[in-house]
């Protein structure tokens, strides 16, 4: 069942951002407030709902059909957070929750806790301050091609006919001069990743349900998509 | 008019750059304990007066060959005399003296007063040549006159010298003299001791013929040994009264000594930080290239961590227990305010030549912006890099002269995002950018040794050593080119920017930099 909903637990400044940048993906975004955070505002387009960290989640599940939703875990106090975390993986076995966090520490716990996905935020702000230092110009590239402020597009495809590569290794094809892209790496069907020159043995051969993660411009993917007859990203 | 032939002199000797740029070496060499030449000259000095002094001990008893002893008497005195002339020399400027007395003069319109710069200059020197480094410097150079064999006391005066050459004596100088005044108490206290016992004990003692005490001095002697603990017994009390005098020194001595002890013990833990510090200041000073980290929290740590795998981090931090836990992480730390001038005026940090970037990563926008605005007022040019903590304060932190800013919270929405649409890319983001399984992305800058065997992007040969080129960076047009053209032209100063194994990429980059 396609998600269609964000549930995002937490009333701050990585509630904004993260709406801000999710809203196109979703048809209903539901903001909810810790109690004991400031008085309840409604912000433009949706409704503040406020919870605790006592609740049984019963008005939610007679409010929204869980299985069609994303949560995210955005309370500041790390305690807090990995709280709700276990509190909501206790209730929805099958949730996906994407929670926050700020240390090493809050990131074991709330993978012990059942998030699905972690948002580090230290790690990841201290990885790309040293990136903006020690490798200033692929943090430029790097940034410009994964928050679309230049043309290049990095995206996954689908391979849905294998026959096209005709039992070919992904380190055999010159990607970049067939078809304009650049392939950095696949996706096996059994989700193991490789990157696609990361040695030099030959694992994988191509095969239909792969994920190739490729960057190039828009067109040369978009022909390579139909080439490959791919229908899904 | 020989005032003002004077005074043309000075100007033109102060205006000289050729003799300025000598006194100022002259001045390094010999006081800046930073010049990175002075360690050689010190070294230099300390083997000559070692070499000496043990030509002067082996001549008491025994034959030194003539070359030797020239060399002692006159070749290691001459090169003491130029020493001390020369520190003599860059102790205080002569002609700045009379151009500053000129101006004076001139400003309040009277006439030259030639006497009384001549007398501010005498005091000057004369302060200089009665300081202790300098009788000392002096009297080691006296030796010259060997002939004459009572000077050869002045052997002592080499071994002196040695002094200014150790810092370990200077800082041991600076403990005591920070507890002078508890050492003088010592010193009056001790000398009561000892002259009220050294009367007591001849009085008691000088008349008995079986006493050892027969004059004054034997006396002092016996109760400077006495109160030192050292008690050689070479001089003992025969009297019963003597004795009772014995045992009080015995007991003032063990005050004295404990007294002593503590008072050290005491100066050098008080001092310890002091010193501690300055010996960091020190090494800073001495370091080629490394980041400044202002502020030390979460954030802090986990850039000083990686940032120091490869290069020198320093961390300035202005809370004690914040700079104690950097410390105890691994790192250098100093507590000192980042938002004070004065903190790097005393860490003697030259921004342009030492600092590769200032990171500012308080959790406070005002503390970054404080720092920011204080760097800069003293140094348009050092890149700063500073984390936003409110969105609000950008244009704040922008005005402040921040080169980059970093908004942590809008980062978490773009990486939500990517998460949302494209798992799978995100995972191979990040995995990059993690260095998992050792895949990485660098930059490969392409200087004349490379351009001189690779002209155009096809000869570069990439995928022979299974590298991704994903594209150039070309610096003159601050453009980036995905994917390009087997043809296009390589430049110097271009950045390819290569995806690969660590060691694959590194293989790639010695054949690029070998082939001729």
């Known amino acids: 069942m396609p998600q269609n909903t964000a549930l995002i637990f937490g009333y701050n400044d990585y509630t904004f951002e993260i709406e801000k940048n999710i809203k196109s993906h979703y048809e209903f975004i539901h903001i909810f407030q810790l109690d004991a955070e400031k008085e309840p505002k409604d912000r433009g387009e949706y409704k503040i709902y406020s919870f605790d960290l006592s609740e049984n989640w019963d008005d939610l599940s007679a409010s929204v059909n869980i299985d069609t939703c994303v949560a995210f875990c955005l309370l500041e106090d790390m305690a807090e957070n990995i709280f709700l975390t276990i509190s909501l993986r206790e209730t929805f076995k099958m949730l996906t929750i994407v929670a926050l966090s700020k240390d090493k520490e809050s990131t074991d716990k709330l993978m012990l806790a059942g998030a699905t996905r972690i948002l580090p935020t230290t790690q990841t702000t201290a990885n790309i301050i040293v990136d903006m230092l020690e490798k200033p110009i692929i943090t430029e590239v790097l940034h410009g091609i994964l928050y679309e402020k230049s043309d290049l597009k990095i995206v996954q495809i689908k391979i849905d006919n294998d026959e096209f590569f005709n039992g070919k290794y992904p380190a055999d094809i010159d990607w970049s001069r067939a078809h304009g892209i650049i392939v950095l790496s696949v996706f096996n069907d059994d989700m193991s990743s490789e990157f696609i020159y990361s040695s030099k043995e030959k694992h994988h051969i191509i095969k239909s349900g792969d994920v190739f993660v490729v960057v190039g411009y ?7 998509k139909k080439m490959i007859g791919s229908k899904v990203d | 008019m020989q005032k003002h032939l004077l005074v043309d002199i000075a100007y033109q000797i102060n205006t000289s750059k050729r003799y300025a740029n000598v006194k100022h070496f002259f001045y390094n060499l010999l006081e800046n304990d930073n010049y990175k030449y002075k360690k050689f000259f010190d070294i230099f000095m300390i083997t000559l007066i070692f070499s000496s002094v043990i030509i002067l001990v082996r001549e008491v008893k025994s034959h030194v060959n003539d070359e030797l002893l020239f060399f002692n008497t006159y070749i290691v005195s001459f090169i003491f005399l130029i020493e001390y002339l020369l520190r003599f020399w860059v102790s205080s400027s002569v002609t700045n003296i009379i151009i500053e007395q000129n101006e004076q003069d001139t400003i309040l319109g009277n006439k030259f007063q030639l006497l009384k710069s001549l007398k501010i200059i005498a005091v000057l020197k004369l ?63 001790a000398s009561i001791v000892v002259f009220v016992s050294s009367v007591l004990i001849y009085v008691m003692e000088a008349n008995n013929p079986a006493s050892p005490v027969n004059t004054l001095f034997e006396a002092i002697y016996w109760s400077i040994v006495t109160i030192s603990t050292v008690g050689y017994g070479d001089i003992t009390p025969v009297t019963e009264a003597g004795r009772v005098v014995a045992m009080f020194v015995i007991v003032a001595g063990i005050a004295v000594f404990s007294f002593t002890t503590s008072l050290i013990v005491t100066a050098f833990t008080e001092k310890l930080d002091e010193i501690k510090d300055t010996k960091q200041i020190d090494d800073i000073a001495k370091i080629k290239e490394f980041y400044l980290i202002c502020g030390y929290e979460s954030i802090s740590k986990e850039v000083a961590k990686k940032l120091s795998i490869n290069n020198r981090v320093i961390i300035l931090e ?19 305010d980042p938002g004070s001038i004065e903190s790097y005026k005393k860490l003697r940090i030259n921004l342009e030549a030492q600092v590769k970037a200032i990171i500012c990563l308080s959790h406070s926008d005002v503390e970054n912006l404080y720092t920011a605005l204080t760097v800069r007022s003293f140094n348009k ?113 271009d950045y390819l920017l290569v995806i690969g194994n660590t060691q694959f990429i590194k293989s790639f980059s010695k054949y690029l930099h070998k082939k001729g």
């Open chain 2, 127 to 189: 302060k200089y040549v009665l300081s202790l480094k300098a009788i000392i410097d002096l009297l080691a150079i006296m030796p010259f006159f060997h002939e004459l064999r009572l000077l050869r006391i002045f052997v002592l005066f080499r071994v002196f010298k040695l002094f200014r050459y150790a810092k370990s004596i200077h800082t041991f100088t600076s403990v005591i003299i920070a507890k002078k005044f508890e050492f003088v108490t010592l010193l009056i206290f």
């Open chain 2, 381 to 493: 040019d050092v890149y700063i890099l500073s984390i936003l903590k409110n969105k609000i304060n950008r244009n704040k932190l922008i005005f402040a002269g921040v080169n980059e800013l970093f908004y942590e919270k809008e980062l978490v929405g773009i990486i939500a995002k990517e998460f949302i649409g494209q798992p799978v890319a995100f995972e191979a983001i990040h995995a990059l950018r993690m260095n998992y399984k050792g895949v990485d992305m660098q930059e490969i800058v392409v200087n004349d040794r490379i351009l001189e065997s690779f002209v155009m992007v096809g000869e570069l040969e990439n995928k022979k050593y299974r590298v991704v080129l994903l594209g150039i960076y070309k610096k003159n047009k601050k453009r980036f080119f995905f994917n390009p053209l087997d043809s296009t032209i390589l430049e110097v100063g």
């Open chain 2, 318 to 336: 202005e809370h004690s227990l914040k700079v104690k836990e950097a410390i105890k992480d691994g790192f250098t730390a100093l507590n000192y």
């Open chain 1, 218 to 224: 828009d067109e040369d993917i978009k022909n390579f």
